[in-house]
């Protein structure tokens, strides 16, 4: 696997952790309806696939 893999790879480890962390956040203290919370993630999958992996 070559360097720009793995710093790909862990980008996509980290991004999803974070994302986990929003959904445990939103569900738990805030308590945002499922329905809302799903507009939400899908928006912010979308900016990050439009966004595309880290450049550097």
Do not use: T, W
């Amino acid at each position: 696997m070559r360097a720009s893999h793995i710093v790909c790879h862990f980008h996509d480890h980290a991004r999803y952790s974070r994302v986990c962390d929003l959904v445990e956040h939103l569900a738990g203290e805030e308590r945002v309806p499922k329905e809302e919370l799903r507009a939400q993630l899908a928006n912010y999958a979308g900016r990050s696939l439009v966004a595309g992996p880290p450049q550097g």
